[in-house]
């Protein structure tokens, strides 16, 4: 098939769950399909993140630069016609345009669209070919929990936000022929009555590039993400503050780590004699491989945690919440220790510190639950079937029959 990708960001580096699960997709999808790319960008892309995508993409690569003058615009209109913020941000009338010529050269089977930001873009061409929708998470359902926990005075924008996006993660489902989400647990959250036809598409774990590793222990404690993200900031916060002392009082010496880049003022804040943030890490696998414990007490998002694969994929104990777990389905005490509140997490912790054997065991059967589970050649298969389903060739006629518009 030919296949037509489009993109909210640029799916490389991977520091960010979206890219790095649409860099993996692509990678598989060019084994057998050839693809077209368009993907936004709100910053300048690097000739060697370039150099690693390109070769996926035998239709070609076309990035669009988003400019602050047009996402004010796309922000305004978003609040004038009551759409999301999310949506407005990522409008801009020459990604529209770009997108229509793509369709009338490229002449695809079949459009595969990640992320309900990029959903508008078809809005004008979805009763022309078939399109596949990649929810992927549940931004509505995001948005909410964050708005329970910001300060007052920004409840209102949240709460407006969290419900502008509930009304159009229900709008653009009639959009697509296929719709795809990561796990069960957000499909349940889509509010349209036919979300049972979501199909579960999961992320995987690159094995081949996280594997255990024998190096020094520097840290007994790892946090790691995108530390611009709210409910990661969230969540380191709550892991310095809260959790690791409690830690201390058994483990003196306990030292965190949080890794991640973008960190933003309030993480950096977290930096003392026992904590290290280290912004940007040139291989995050040096991260996993120097701590004894990942802790991962997410309180706030949705969807899978990739890190949580990565740390699991190279061997670490890990401990999470309930709320992360939902999506990723670890057997509690066999492949992962959950827990909800800072004496449960920091209890947990303090076992792993103290019982080394029993560490080593919880995290042997981790990695062999994400060898077996998260796959992403088995996921793409799936993916690509979903499409295949509703290939042009068997659904439509090609927009390409159309008179070709003025540009």
Request: hydrophobic residues 45%; contains cysteine; glycine residues 4%.
């Amino acid at each position: 098939m030919k296949l037509l990708v489009l993109l909210s960001r640029f799916p490389y580096p991977l520091d960010k769950g979206d890219k790095l699960r649409a860099f993996y997709q692509l990678r598989e999808l060019a084994q057998r399909h050839t693809i077209c790319l368009l993907a936004l960008t709100d910053e300048d892309v690097p000739a060697a993140s370039y150099a690693q995508v390109a070769p996926f993409c035998a239709g070609g690569v076309h990035v669009h630069r988003l400019r602050r003058a047009g996402m004010a615009r796309g922000l305004a209109t978003a609040l004038a016609c009551a759409l999301p913020l999310q949506i407005g941000y990522f409008q801009d009338p020459a990604a529209q345009r770009l997108l229509t010529r793509l369709l009338h050269t490229f002449r695809p089977d079949h459009v595969y669209c990640q992320l309900i930001r990029m959903a508008e873009y078809l809005r004008p061409h979805y009763q022309q070919l078939p399109c596949t929708l990649d929810y992927m998470d549940v931004f509505s359902a995001g948005v909410a929990r964050r708005a329970a926990r910001s300060p007052r005075w920004q409840r209102p924008v949240f709460q407006l936000e969290a419900q502008r996006l509930r009304r159009y993660e229900a709008l653009v489902f009639e959009w697509f022929h296929a719709h795809t989400i990561i796990s069960d647990q957000d499909r349940q959250l889509i509010n349209h009555p036919q979300r049972q036809q979501i199909r579960v598409v999961l992320n995987g774990i690159d094995t081949t590039h996280f594997q255990p590793t024998k190096a020094p222990k520097e840290y007994e404690l790892l946090f790691c993400g995108n530390m611009a993200y709210p409910p990661n900031i969230d969540a380191a916060v709550f892991l310095a503050e809260e959790i690791l002392p409690l830690v201390r009082r058994q483990h003196p010496h306990a030292r965190l780590l949080i890794a991640g880049t973008t960190p933003t003022a309030r993480v950096l804040a977290l930096a003392t004699e026992g904590v290290t943030v280290s912004g940007w890490l040139p291989d995050i696998r040096t991260a996993y491989a120097g701590a004894r414990v990942f802790v991962a007490p997410m309180r706030t998002g949705t969807g899978l945690q990739n890190k949580l694969l990565e740390a699991m994929a190279m061997r670490l104990p890990c401990v999470t919440t309930t709320l992360a777990n939902a999506a990723l389905r670890g057997t509690p005490t066999e492949q992962i220790l959950i827990g909800d509140t800072a004496v449960a997490l920091a209890a947990h912790i303090i076992q792993l510190l103290s019982y080394p054997e029993a560490a080593a065991t919880l995290a042997e059967q981790g990695l062999q639950f994400v060898r077996t589970h998260y796959n992403w050649s088995a996921a793409t298969i799936r993916l690509e079937d979903i499409m295949r389903t509703h290939a042009i060739a068997d659904a439509v006629t090609s927009p390409a029959d159309s008179p070709e518009p003025a540009p």
